[in-house]
């Protein structure tokens, strides 16, 4: 395995992806800093409104 911090192989599973609680440690860092982002798309009204309808069960009785 190769760990997604420093790139070194590994075999030690305990930190899985990284090879250690120090990359692991760097990693959760990168994460509260906001190094690592992605897109979000903004929903409207309608786009809501259809999600709560998509995800509202439906009675069969009708």
Known sequence: MICA???KEY????YKPFCSKRCADIDL???FSGKYT???N???EN???ELEE???PKDDAE
Request: net charge negative.
């Open 42 to 44: 903004r929903l409207d």
């Open 54 to 56: 998509a995800l509202t």
């Open 5 to 7: 911090i420093c790139k």
């Open 47 to 49: 786009d809501i409104k």
């Open 11 to 14: 075999e030690d599973d305990k």
């Open 29 to 31: 860092g990168n994460w």
């Open 38 to 40: 992605f897109e979000a």
